[in-house]
């Protein structure tokens, strides 16, 4: 893990930090904060901190590779004297390429954006989000961004049910399993 994080320092090292004009071929950064709703089979919510950084190749396409701090809290099924699955609070850290389009080169302006990475984390895993939103330039080098997406995370260290360990009463076993869960995901960033 320790070689990937200093494989992707490097790479952010080795970028042209020149001026960010989303109209000229550039580096550009971007910083976001976002809430993942789970939905599907596990309902729990994550906190999450991302950048990415890349080029902009012009006013409409950027393509980089990013890095985020997912936090994720603990989680037990729900309703239950004895839960099911378990799992402790934890942080999964993604590494992704991102490739975002911007529709306009307006003041206010449509875009689309896909994360698609894996976790140096959890015993690694698929991390993918796709998302749509509104970018609102500030000036020709900053913006703010506000999208909300779909978030499909690779999860394990569960304790799942096994089976009944016997008819007369409710003791049972459990095993390890790995999970994918689901989230709609709303995002708040900057762009530099």
């Known amino acids: 893990m320790k070689k990937i994080l200093v494989a992707v320092v490097a790479l952010m090292a080795t970028l042209n930090l020149s001026a960010q004009n989303t109209s000229a071929n550039c580096y550009r950064g971007f910083a976001d904060v976002a809430y993942s709703v789970g939905i599907g089979d596990y309902d729990f919510g994550r906190i999450e901190i991302n950048t990415s950084h890349g080029y902009q190749f012009n006013p409409y396409f950027y393509l980089g590779a990013g890095v985020g701090f997912h936090f994720m809290s603990e989680y037990e099924t729900k309703d239950m004297e004895i839960p099911l699955d378990v799992r402790k609070s934890m942080v999964d850290i993604p590494i992704f390429a991102n490739a975002r389009a911007n529709f306009s080169k307006g003041k206010i302006a449509p875009f689309v954006d896909l994360r698609a990475g894996v976790y140096v984390t959890n015993s690694g895993g ?45 003791d049972y076993t459990r095993y390890d399993a790995d999970y994918d869960t689901e989230a709609f995901t709303i995002r708040v960033g900057f762009e530099f």
Do not use: W
């Not at 939103?133 to 999860?155: C, F, M, P, T």
């Open 126 to 170: 698929l991390y993918l989000n796709p998302s749509a939103g509104v970018r609102i330039a500030i000036n020709n080098k900053q913006a703010v961004d506000v999208s909300v997406g779909y978030s499909l995370e690779h999860l394990g260290r569960f304790k799942t049910f096994g089976k009944f360990t016997s008819n007369r009463n409710l």
